[in-house]
């Protein structure tokens, strides 16, 4: 059941980022993500108290409740210090340095949470998905020129901050039904994206925001919302070194979506990268 939950919220994923495109042609990317978070809470408030678990939030023990405000609150950092990054260094250079979070997270989780079967295995796996990930990557000319090296400095706090997430919530979630701890790590996230919205002076942007890229930012939320949900009953349920991987192959329907709404295509580099992230993935779930 986990490893199904895992690819349906690589699957919700991956539609979250065709709506979230629909959603932000001419709404601020800040001011879209924290409305969208808003939605997510909402969603996952109900599936809270559609599940029956809402009474048990009083049963939260202390150590439980502090790692999911700490992996709400590394989900935010690592927004911000990404968002950062990309406004002070190249997209080509920021980004593939960002998307190491994934192997980061096997890694974090074969060390921190002992999950040392089939070792080699992951490791390989690992080695391949990473090597994919950066042949995806599409090199685009930055109108903006590299200011200093801090760029680096933002780009790998993002990347290690995506990797504690999974790490965080797994400890967080072990004892605590897994809608009910979506929900509240959820609320984290949910002020870290207003923080930013206030902070940066954007709240203005809310009242030009277009009707119809406002339905697409709540769809974009709903999916994320389910994506989340699934996610986490898998990583509480799972193998943290294994959903992770999986929940990646979102890039899958991704392409899918694109493809079909957008007409976009990949390169043959591009599709080479796919095939090797995808098979690193297989390999990880059908060996280890």
Same mark, same amino acid.
């Given at each position: 059941?986990?490893?199904?939950?895992?690819?349906?919220?690589?699957?919700?994923?991956?539609?979250?980022?065709?709506?979230?495109?629909?959603?932000?042609?001419?709404?601020?990317?800040?001011?879209?993500?924290?409305?969208?978070?808003?939605?997510?809470?909402?969603?996952?408030?109900?599936?809270?108290?559609? =599940?029956?678990?809402?009474?048990?939030?009083?049963?939260?023990?202390?150590?439980?409740?502090?790692?999911?405000?700490?992996?709400?609150?590394?989900?935010?950092?690592?927004?911000?210090?990404?968002?950062?990054?990309?406004?002070?260094?190249?997209?080509?250079?920021?980004?593939?340095?960002?998307?190491?979070?994934?192997?980061?997270?096997?890694? &974090?989780?074969?060390?921190?949470?002992?999950?040392?079967?089939? &070792?080699?295995?992951?490791?390989?796996?690992?080695?391949?998905?990473?090597?994919?990930?950066? &042949?995806?990557?599409?090199?685009?000319?930055?109108?903006?020129?590299?200011?200093?090296?801090?760029?680096?400095?933002?780009?790998?706090?993002?990347?290690?901050?995506?990797?504690?997430?999974?790490?965080?919530?797994?400890?967080?979630?072990?004892?605590?039904?897994?809608?009910?701890?979506?929900?509240?790590?959820?609320?984290?996230?949910? =002020?870290?994206?207003?923080?930013?919205?206030?902070?940066? /002076?954007?709240?203005?942007?809310?009242?030009?925001?277009?009707?119809?890229?406002?339905?697409?930012?709540?769809?974009?939320?709903?999916?994320?919302?389910?994506?989340?949900?699934?996610?986490?009953?898998?990583?509480?349920?799972?193998?943290?070194?294994?959903? =992770?991987?999986?929940?990646?192959?979102?890039?899958?329907?991704?392409?899918?979506?694109?493809?079909?709404?957008? /007409?976009?295509?990949?390169?043959?580099?591009?599709?080479?990268?796919?095939?090797?992230?995808?098979?690193?993935?297989?390999?990880? =779930?059908?060996?280890?």
């Amino acid at each position: 059941m986990w490893l199904a939950a895992a690819i349906l919220s690589a699957l919700f994923a991956g539609l979250t980022s065709i709506l979230a495109k629909c959603g932000i042609k001419k709404t601020d990317s800040d001011v879209a993500t924290a409305l969208r978070t808003v939605v997510v809470l909402l969603f996952s408030w109900i599936m809270v108290f559609l =599940v029956g678990s809402a009474g048990t939030i009083t049963e939260i023990d202390g150590r439980s409740l502090l790692f999911l405000i700490l992996s709400g609150i590394a989900t935010g950092a690592s927004w911000i210090c990404y968002f950062k990054a990309l406004s002070m260094g190249e997209i080509n250079k920021v980004v593939p340095i960002d998307k190491s979070s994934t192997a980061l997270s096997v890694l &974090l989780a074969i060390v921190l949470l002992g999950e040392t079967e089939h &070792l080699w295995i992951k490791l390989l796996s690992t080695a391949i998905l990473t090597a994919g990930t950066f &042949l995806m990557i599409e090199k685009k000319q930055s109108e903006r020129g590299e200011r200093n090296r801090t760029w680096m400095v933002y780009a790998v706090l993002s990347a290690v901050f995506a990797a504690l997430t999974s790490i965080l919530a797994k400890i967080g979630i072990t004892n605590v039904e897994s809608n009910l701890g979506t929900a509240i790590r959820t609320g984290v996230v949910l =002020v870290m994206a207003w923080l930013i919205v206030f902070l940066r /002076g954007k709240q203005g942007e809310l009242q030009k925001i277009d009707r119809r890229e406002l339905l697409f930012i709540a769809l974009s939320g709903i999916a994320t919302g389910a994506s989340w949900l699934c996610y986490y009953y898998a990583i509480q349920n799972g193998v943290v070194s294994i959903v =992770v991987p999986v929940d990646k192959l979102s890039i899958l329907a991704t392409v899918a979506f694109s493809y079909f709404v957008f /007409g976009e295509k990949l390169s043959k580099k591009a599709l080479l990268g796919l095939a090797l992230v995808t098979a690193g993935t297989l390999i990880m =779930v059908f060996c280890a």
